[in-house]
């Protein structure tokens, strides 16, 4: 479902960097996890990096390194660094979150999407 706000994708160099930032609905309180996946072209989706409400952080060994994941709770939001771009960073990139939903004695939890951004990187 596309529920979260996403952005901050963009047309860069190689070499160059960008920030994206995705927040989560007011409803769903500090979710127990964020995180990208990417899609290129011809390509199946893949995590690149996520973070928990905790801050523990995992990334995919392509971007280790260049790419670092944190959070600000207070504003429900993620942020994704992406440094020394390449090209084969290029991908629309989808924000995901996962979490509880509500604030009664036993919320539900849901993972919800963002729309994607695109992310270009020329050689």
């Known amino acids: 479902q596309v529920r979260l706000l996403e952005s901050g994708g963009g047309l860069v160099q190689s070499g160059g960097s960008l920030r994206l930032s995705c927040t989560a609905p007011?409803?769903?309180?500090?979710?127990?996890?964020m995180g990208w996946h990417r899609q290129a072209p011809e390509k199946q989706r893949e995590l690149v990096a996520a973070i928990s409400s905790g801050g523990l952080t995992q990334y995919a060994d392509s971007v280790k390194g260049r790419f670092t994941i944190s959070r600000d709770n207070t504003k429900n939001t993620a942020y994704l660094q992406m440094n020394n771009l390449k090209p084969e960073d290029t991908a629309v990139y989808y924000c995901n979150a996962f979490g509880a939903v509500g604030d009664g004695p036993t919320p539900e939890f849901e993972e919800y999407w963002g729309q994607g951004t695109q992310v270009t990187v020329s050689s």
């Open positions: 007011g409803n769903m309180r500090g979710p127990n996890a």
